[in-house]
């Protein structure tokens, strides 16, 4: 069973790749995925699992409960309570953007962005992204950014280019922060990088991994960018600029507050994010309260809801699922430990390490393989292996589509093709990846 769950598990990323083809939703193929996952984990036999994998070792420290009754009250609800974190996350931040985009904020920034050629507006883009996504995180980031992209480019195939370089600039952005990505908040909460030290040894590396794949897209990137027409419905509603203006700075403010709220109450981030959800949608509803009761729906928190992409906050639930039935079982520990038998020296082996590390993160989930790095290595603070971790699990996610949550997001909102991106973009994110390696090994040797 241990081996039916990989093959399962490989067989469900196939239909979610071939999504267009086989006329099957990519959230149907990820639900079941995860629904079969953990029915093959329950049917199995315990005592054939690996002796280093969770059930197993909670098996032996408590023997006198049934592995069914582990499965389904530990287990899976361990799993589900962190999975929950990032979807309500996911949930607040998109419905507080879609709160500001339909109080016309966000032309506040569209309006003083005057370029107008591709290959401008996408430097522009990238760049914005990149650093915004250091100081918010990737996934609020690339939802935020998508929604500005919304504003400034009509052409759906052009948009899919640019949501494209949103996902590599959030990604590479959030990977040099310490708060810009849940790989690195994992590693510096867990006492093995310091703020000043990941930045400083992850900024070129991340930086090389943007500015290779933008580079290569110039070449090819041409005309101008046409900008869309202003027919929507929630368009008709009449805003004064003072309205425009304090949604646009209070649903931005309460995002950037939410690292802020982490680190002060060190709760999870889902937290501040619904916290500042709950304070904007009272500010709102108080603004439109003399407004027509039309217009007010249409502005409402409820009119939000129903504009949010639930397939995919779904997706992504059932992605999640299906990763962590294989790490509880065991098969991405042994993942870990088959890498650590390289036949290498340091730093050579460690590097190769992680750089496969950082691949594989495009496609299972990087938080449990970043999880089973922490469990399997103890070297010391800032050292050059968590470094090269946090950019690699980082930067490595935009290699596929769903790879990062980041990914998923913009997948989601502008329901870009699995294949198109695999085409059109992966080569560019693992050019950028590749070339952010060499930055870092480089940077080792200049030490």
Not at 37 to 42: E, G, I, S, V, Y
Not at 81 to 100: N, P
């Amino acid at each position: 069973m241990f081996y039916v769950m990989v093959a399962v598990f490989v067989l469900g990323y196939v239909m979610i790749a071939l999504e267009h083809p086989l006329r099957v939703n990519k959230s149907a193929s990820a639900l079941l995925l995860g629904v079969i996952m953990w029915t093959l984990f329950a049917l199995c036999n315990p005592l054939a699992l690996p002796e280093y994998s969770p059930a197993q070792t909670y098996l032996e420290a408590n023997a006198g409960s049934s592995f069914i009754e582990w499965v389904t009250h530990v287990a899976l609800v361990h799993h589900l309570g962190e999975i929950a974190e990032i979807l309500f996350f996911l949930l607040g931040a998109m419905t507080i953007v879609e709160l500001v985009d339909c109080h016309g904020g966000f032309s506040i920034i569209t309006d003083r962005i005057k370029a107008t050629r591709k290959v401008s507006l996408l430097w522009v883009i990238s760049i914005i992204t990149f650093f915004m996504s250091a100081v918010l995180d990737n996934l609020t980031t690339a939802i935020v950014m998508v929604a500005l992209l919304r504003k400034l480019i009509g052409d759906r195939k052009d948009r899919w280019i640019f949501g494209g370089m949103i996902i590599i600039a959030a990604n590479a952005g959030g990977a040099w922060s310490p708060i810009g990505d849940v790989t690195t908040i994992m590693l510096w909460i867990g006492g093995k990088i310091s703020a000043v030290s990941i930045m400083q040894a992850v900024f070129l590396p991340s930086l090389a991994s943007l500015i290779v794949p933008l580079g290569i897209l110039s070449f090819t990137v041409k005309g101008e960018a046409a900008r869309p027409e202003k027919n929507d419905e929630h368009r008709r509603v009449e805003l004064k600029a003072w309205e425009r203006n304090l949604v646009f700075f209070m649903g931005i403010g309460l995002l950037l507050f939410v690292p802020v709220f982490k680190t002060i109450t060190h709760l999870p981030p889902y937290l501040g994010v619904l916290g500042g959800l709950s304070l904007l949608w009272i500010a709102t509803e108080v603004m439109n309260i003399r407004r027509p009761e039309s217009d007010a729906g249409r502005l409402s928190v409820a009119a939000m809801l129903h504009r949010i992409d639930v397939p995919s906050i779904l997706f992504f639930l059932g992605i999640l699922v299906a990763v962590a039935a294989m790490q509880t079982c065991g098969q991405l520990m042994a993942l870990s430990m088959g890498l650590d038998t390289i036949p290498l020296q340091e730093p050579g082996k460690y590097y190769l390490i992680t750089v496969i590390m950082g691949m594989l993160s495009s496609v299972i989930d990087n938080v449990p393989l970043v999880a089973g790095a922490m469990g399997m290595y103890s070297f010391p603070i800032d050292h050059y292996f968590w470094e090269f971790t946090a950019y690699a699990a980082g930067v490595g996610g935009s290699i596929l589509i769903i790879g990062s949550a980041a990914g998923v997001a913009v997948m989601g909102m502008e329901k870009i093709d699995f294949i198109w991106y695999l085409k059109r973009i992966s080569l560019l994110a693992l050019a950028g990846y590749l070339a952010g390696c060499g930055v870092f090994m480089l940077e080792q040797m200049l030490r």
